[in-house]
């Protein structure tokens, strides 16, 4: 595992790597890599830092776990490359945004648009196992993961956190309230999304805040 960080982000978190938790997560990724069959790409574990700066970041979705099937994960949360199906969370994503803002379904689900826009696509865990969900869960992910959202949520003001479903909305213990947006819903699974993701019209809460903090809204 590369631990090539984009530099503003290996500014921020730079003891973060010298601490004995990070030092075993590396070396177990290392080992997982080298005799199982991991996702994302190794050179894409960190390729939601790599697109989006820390002093771009305007927008933060936080997901669980990368996608565990062939050819689907990239590095961004909810994001599949041209020319995979949209996963079931992903089309209720934008299905969502078509009802909110009324713009039609992408061609393809890569979010790479939304991260160079200032969008953090974070996962809680960097890396899964193929076809075993979870399976990279309580390994130092976490930790890490929870790190970065807490020191971005205290160096930067004006942030929207979007928070959906349960495990996501745990995270809301490390984002001062008075210094950005949350906003939280269902998660956007066809498990859930009926239950209050629909309808949640985060879209367009997000730009009509960084419009208000004299940001550039995103062009969902």
Not at 23 to 37: D, I, P, R
Not at 65 to 86: E, K, N, T
Request: proline residues 7%; neutral net charge.
């Amino acid at each position: 595992m590369d631990v090539r960080i984009e530099p503003s982000w290996k500014d921020m978190l730079g003891d973060t790597f010298e601490q004995d938790y990070f030092k075993n997560l590396v070396s177990f990724v290392k080992e997982e890599y080298g005799t199982q069959k991991v996702f994302p790409p190794g050179k894409l574990i960190f390729n939601a830092f790599e697109k989006t700066p820390v002093e771009n970041v305007k927008v933060v979705i936080l997901g669980q776990d990368p996608y565990h099937g062939d050819g689907q994960a990239h590095g961004l949360s909810f994001s599949v490359l041209p020319g995979i199906r949209f996963p079931p969370s992903l089309l209720n994503i934008l299905k969502e945004i078509k009802s909110d803002l009324g713009k039609d379904l992408p061609p393809n689900g890569d979010l790479t648009r939304w991260a160079k826009q200032g969008v953090f696509l974070l996962n809680a865990s960097l890396t899964v196992r193929a076809h075993q969900a979870g399976s990279h869960q309580g390994k130092g992910w976490e930790e890490f993961t929870d790190e970065v959202i807490s020191r971005l949520a205290n160096q930067r003001k004006g942030i929207v956190f979007l928070l959906w479903g349960a495990f996501a909305q745990k995270k809301a213990a490390l984002i001062p309230s008075d210094r950005h947006l949350i906003l939280k819903a269902p998660h956007p699974s066809p498990l859930s999304a009926h239950r209050g993701f629909f309808g949640c019209k985060h879209f367009s809460q997000t730009n009509e805040y960084l419009v208000s903090q004299g940001k550039e809204p995103i062009e969902w």
